[in-house]
C-alpha cells in the first residue's frame, strides 16, 4: 500500500498536538518525581523538570509508526525508529547516569547499524555510497564514505546534544533545519523521508512552547541525543548529507571549538570551569578563566559584551538561519535528477 497525499499534510499537525499533550504529562510526572536539573543561566537557580525528550519522541514515533503499514515506507520506518530508540535509551541512561564525552561518542556510533541493516536488506530503498553535492552531483567515495558514515548519525546527535545548553535553542536550530531539508526534498521531487521529517519537526514544533525562554521543560540528553540522530538518518536515507553539513554549521563550529579548547572528548559536567558566567544583573559574561572552554556562546560574548540569555538565543538563532539559508541554496544547485 502507497502512502495517501494527505497524510504528508497532516503528519505534521498530528505530531505537534501529541507532543505538545505529552509535555504536559512530562512536566506533571518529572516534577512529582523529582526528575528536575537547575537551570544555571537564571540568577535564582530554578529547578526545572527535565525528560522533555520523551515527549519529542512521542510525538514522532506515533505518526511515524503508522508508515509501516506503507510498502513503499515500511524499511525506511524501521530503520529510523530504531536508531530513535536507540538513541533515546543511550540519552535516557546519560540523563541518570553521566556517562563519559568517549563513551557517548563510540555508543552514538553504533546507532548507524540500523541504516546499514536496512541498506543490506533493500538497497534500492536505503542506497549508501554515492553521496549527492552541488553542481558536481553523485560522488564515488567508495572506501571514504564507508568510513565516514558511522559519523553521518553520531555527529549530529554529538553536535545538537553540545548546543543544547540555553532555553529553547535545541528546537529552535533543529527546527530551522529541518525547514531547509524540507523545502530542499520538495525542490528536488525527491520525498522519500518526507513523512519523517515533518514528523520530527511538527513534535518540535509542539514542544518549544514549552522550552522556550524561560523554560517549563528541559529536553534533556533523551532529546537532544534522539532530535540528532533523526537528523543524520534523515540526511542519509534522503541524500540530504551535504544540506545537512552546511544546516548544521553553527553547532559544528561550536563542537569545533569546545573539542579543541578541551583537547578531546569530555561531559561537560566533568570541566572544572564553566565557559560563561552570569553576573549580579543577570547578564552573561564570557568566563575570563583562561581554563574555561571555548564555545560558540563564549565567543558570540567576547565579540559582544555582556548579553541576556534571551539575546544569546537570539544570536545563535539567526546564525542558524543564516546557516539554513545557505544550505537551502546548495540544494537547490544540485543537478537535476538526483
Known sequence: MSLPTWYHIVILPISFVITYILSKVVIYVCTRAGIVAVDVHKLNKPLIPTLGGLAILGGFLIPTSLLITSANYRLRSIVIISTALASSIIGLYDDFKALKGLTKALLTILLVIPIIIGHLLNPKIIPLGRPVVPIVGRLRLT????????LAIAGPANVINM?????????ITTSLCLTSLTLVSLLRGKIEVLPFTLALLGSLLGYYPYNKYPSRLFTGNVGS???????GCIAVMGGLEFVTLIALMPHLLNAFLVISSVKGL??????GSRPIVI?????LEANKDPKAPYTL???ILFIAGP?????????????????SILATVSGILYPPGV
Open 297 to 299: 556562546t563564549r565567543l
Open 143 to 150: 572506501i571514504i564514505y564507508w568510513l565516514l558514515l558511522p
Open 266 to 271: 569530555r561531559e561537560r559536567r566533568t570541566i
Open 279 to 283: 553576573r549580579n544583573d543577570g547578564l
Open 163 to 171: 548546543l543544547e545548553v540555553f532555553n529553547g535553542v535545541m528546537p
Open 307 to 323: 548579553l541576556t540569555e534571551k539575546e544569546i538565543v537570539t544570536v545563535l538563532t539567526w546564525l542558524e538561519v543564516v546557516a
Open 225 to 231: 541525543l534522539m532530535v540528532g540522530s533523526i537528523i
